[in-house]
């Protein structure tokens, strides 16, 4: 069985990695001023693959919900929603999501309209849902101490550079979201390709403890 490393590598120059793509399979793609960003599925979804006993629940945390993490609940949602229900928040949410990540994930055919930055106190309430996974995506929301989760979840760090602390030109910002999406939709597909069943829960947290060292 390959590790997350083991698969990343595979990956690296293949035709099926995060790249422009050929004209006969074109991705979704935004022009921004004389740039280009294209998405091309890194590791084919394949659905129904590992059995799921039930939905679980992925909570992704930063610091002010408005960016990276919000990223991250917007990719699991679309592309691992059938296994998955994913949440988001922040330790000092900033009440509202970054402009440019809603206009990046709407170029990109997202759906957006539930999409809030919020507390993760609200994760810790008595009637909250059990979290499964927790993954803090930024530095700062790693090293604070978390609130008690309802739940027993596996944790691991993803770090991911802060897009919105990105200056420049309007394009040269954009640029700094669309690296932060890339990053997280390569790291979001190794995860939904774990056998996560079949995996002690050792084993399991070694291989997404190794998805977060994936640049």
Not at 145 to 150: E, F, K, L, S
């Amino acid at each position: 069985q390959k590790t997350a490393y083991e698969i990343a590598s595979c990956l690296v120059g293949s035709e099926m990695c995060i790249r422009d793509s050929s004209p006969s399979k074109k991705p979704p793609s935004i022009s921004i001023e004389n740039s280009s960003f294209s998405i091309l599925n890194s590791i084919p979804f394949k659905k129904g693959r590992f059995p799921m006993l039930k939905k679980m629940n992925v909570l992704f945390l930063c610091t002010g919900n408005s960016a990276r993490s919000i990223l991250g609940e917007a990719i699991l949602r679309q592309h691992g929603g059938d296994r998955f229900n994913a949440y988001s928040a922040g330790s000092q949410p900033l009440g509202k999501v970054n402009i440019m990540t809603l206009e990046l994930l709407q170029n990109l055919k997202y759906e957006t309209k539930d999409l809030r930055s919020k507390s993760w106190e609200e994760f810790s309430k008595e009637d909250s849902p059990e979290i499964d996974f927790v993954f803090t995506v930024c530095g700062s929301a790693a090293e604070e101490t978390c609130p008690v989760w309802q739940g027993k979840p596996l944790s691991a760090h993803w770090g991911i550079d802060d897009p919105a602390a990105e200056e420049g030109t309007a394009s040269e910002r954009m640029q700094a979201f669309q690296q932060a999406f890339s990053q997280m939709y390569q790291r979001i597909e190794l995860f939904l390709n774990l056998p996560i069943h079949s995996l002690e829960r050792l084993a399991l947290k070694k291989e997404l403890d190794d998805i977060g060292k994936i640049q």
